[in-house]
């Protein structure tokens, strides 16, 4: 059975990458990585933002279903099948590395909002991991210009020791780049686990804010602002070293049995996205919002002698898609899930060129109770309704097949369309309640 790599990056928009046609920020290994797998031209991240799209990488489901609808108010449910446990009952070894945000990982962080609920409750073995953000660039200290009622320049990070690593605070080997100090835990794991098939998480914080680069890889864009030279910057350094996990794989000669995933867990900042600083390419919109720019996001995946170089696909495609791919290339069966609603499809089909169109509904959406945010969309074929994520947010109606831009509000012009997706959408909002309200656990 072939080892099995998900890598993710933290708010890089579908334009931020090389491959993706961006000119300006230095991906070699990124755009190699596409160039001999495969390119996702429309992979969709399950929610415009963090919590609720890194529950569907691990369990094939929309996040309504498994109650995390926005950052920090709740963790995983234990009654959620996670690919890591499907992989320990065929004997996979699990690590986590990097950024949860599915959960705290520390008991004593507990406060108004979340779930204590680690990666050691879903079944990782081998844990380095912290709850949420950290600096990019020196990852324990609080970096100039970022000053908040919690963080202060130049204080310990969030206490000064964010990670945990198998259940003890990591105090050793903390500098410099973030993107380095994970792949530092991951490369040991995987040369231990060489002989034996292993599943690996590497959840980046790169580029979530406080994004900082070093100085080596500000130079690289020394023409730029300081901005720009710490977002490309960071993204160069995460670059090279999903390089270096991709070289260590050839070094032990096992790249021809492990497939690598790539994407990015939503949208572009809201903030370095206004500014012009990070880029969801041509599409509309960014981090917390239901329009294109804030779900669509850079995706690839490589598998040599498996997936054929220089492939790529338009068929539209998600987060929630691993789990049930993974369960078909090491042959899991569902069979103690009788009950349980998987989302995704299978993408080995789409990648060998098979499936030319989802035969399925795509479902986004996250709340927020204190600011009465709602926001919520639906995929069906061509069509994409959604509704704002703002109060009182307007619903709109886009035919993405004519107007992948959403330019053009079709809500007026067609209310047959309307009316039919929302029931549609009303449909899918009911049956997850039903999940999230206990329908799918057998406890």
């Not at 070094?251 to 880029?279: H, M, Q, R, W």
């Amino acid at each position: 059975m072939p080892n099995i790599v998900l890598m993710m990056s933290d708010d890089q928009g579908w334009g931020d990458v090389g491959f993706n046609g961006n000119a300006d920020i230095i991906t070699p290994n990124l755009d190699s990585m596409a160039k001999n797998g495969v390119r996702f031209d429309r992979f969709y991240a399950a929610a415009p933002l963090c919590s609720p799209t890194r529950g569907s990488c691990l369990t094939g489901r929309f996040p309504f279903r498994y109650g995390i609808l926005a950052a920090h108010t709740s963790g995983l449910r234990v009654g959620e099948t996670t690919i890591a446990e499907m992989l320990k009952s065929k004997g996979y070894s699990n690590g986590f590395f990097g950024k949860w945000h599915i959960g705290w990982v520390k008991p004593d962080e507990l406060g108004t909002r979340g779930h204590y609920s680690p990666p050691s409750h879903h079944g990782f073995d081998e844990v380095f991991a912290t709850t949420s953000a950290v600096p990019t660039w020196d990852p324990t200290v609080t970096p100039k210009g970022w000053d908040s009622k919690s963080n202060k320049v130049g204080e310990p990070w969030k206490g000064g020791f964010p990670y945990m690593h198998n259940g003890k605070e990591a105090t050793e080997n903390l500098e410099g780049d973030d993107s380095r100090v994970i792949m530092d835990r991951v490369i040991p794991f995987i040369e231990r686990n060489k002989e034996q098939p292993f599943f690996v998480t590497v959840w980046f914080h790169t580029p979530h804010e406080p994004v900082v680069a070093g100085e080596q890889y500000k130079k690289l864009y020394a023409k730029r602002g300081q901005s720009r030279q710490n977002y490309y910057g960071a993204i160069t350094a995460m670059d090279e070293q999903i390089g270096r996990l991709r070289d260590k794989l050839r070094e032990l000669g096992v790249e021809k049995d492990t497939l690598v995933f790539f994407c990015s867990d939503n949208g572009p900042s809201d903030g370095a996205a206004k500014k012009g600083i990070a880029s969801a390419g041509p599409f509309k919109g960014h981090k917390h919002q239901m329009y294109e720019g804030g779900v669509l996001v850079p995706a690839c995946a490589e598998w040599p002698g498996v997936i054929k170089p220089d492939t790529k696909t338009d068929v539209r495609v998600s987060t929630i898609d691993y789990f049930p791919t993974i369960a078909g290339i090491v042959g899991y069966s569902f069979s103690s899930q009788k009950s349980r609603t998987i989302d995704g499809i299978d993408l080995m089909p789409v990648i060998s060129g098979k499936v030319v169109r989802r035969d399925r509904d795509l479902f986004f959406g996250f709340r927020r109770l204190h600011d009465e945010i709602d926001g919520k969309s639906i995929i069906s074929g061509d069509f994409k309704l959604l509704r704002e994520a703002k109060p009182n947010g307007q619903v709109r109606l886009y035919d993405l097949s004519r107007d992948p831009f959403e330019e053009h509000d079709l809500a007026a012009e067609m209310p047959d369309v309307l009316a039919k997706m929302m029931q549609s959408l009303e449909a899918l909002e009911a049956s997850c309640q039903l999940s999230r309200d206990g329908a799918d656990y057998s406890y």
